[in-house]
């Protein structure tokens, strides 16, 4: 069992949930929304594209919601990419309380579990057409895997990787703490 520590200093609080939890109904949705936007309506089909299973514990992975005052404003997931890397996926932020440094937050509570499930390197992708994705990545100490310089339409999907410390100390003020069941 997963209990949730609350951030005292900022009122956020990281839970673990799974796919079909109904505060994980916005996430979903704005991600379509988005993507679809920027690229097509066949752009829903990025998030059908992996088994919600794939974002479990028992499969390697995980999908953490930011909660502030019970209601989701960021979320974030990861998964298995292979024995040593996690794969971080959906990273989102609610469009009402985007330009708060919220999804910075979920990066480093993704990482941090990513950490204590023993992976040692995060990968990911964004779209090209995801500017401020680009740059959450390149500000929080992720390494491009394109050339940076190359406009971002001629490369596609934009590979970044981060090699995770070995010491697991905290990155940020927002935790999740494991319960003991009896």
């Known amino acids: 069992m997963t209990a949730v520590t609350q951030a005292s200093s900022t009122g956020l609080t990281v839970v673990p949930a799974e796919v079909g939890d109904p505060r994980v109904a ?3 949705r704005e991600l379509g929304n988005e993507y679809s936007t920027r690229y097509g ?9 992996y088994p919600d299973e794939e974002f479990t514990p028992a499969h390697g992975g995980v999908l953490l919601l930011l909660l502030e005052h019970g209601e989701p404003v960021a979320g974030g997931a990861f998964r298995r990419y292979d024995a040593t890397t996690a794969e971080l996926k959906r990273i989102w932020t609610h469009s009402a309380h985007r330009r708060r440094g919220l999804a910075r937050r979920v990066v480093a509570a993704l990482e941090r579990e990513a950490g204590n499930h023993g992976y040692r390197r995060v990968y990911l992708t964004t779209g090209p057409r ?7 990545y390149l500000a929080t100490g992720y390494t491009p895997l394109f050339d940076t310089e190359a406009d971002p339409e001629t490369i596609g999907p934009l590979p970044f990787e981060k090699h995770l410390a070995t010491d697991r100390g905290t990155r940020t003020d927002v935790r999740i703490r494991k319960a003991h069941t009896p």
């Open 130 to 136: 995801q500017p401020e994705a680009r740059g959450l």
């Open 41 to 49: 309506k066949d752009a829903h089909a990025e998030l059908a594209r």
């Open 26 to 28: 916005p996430l979903l």
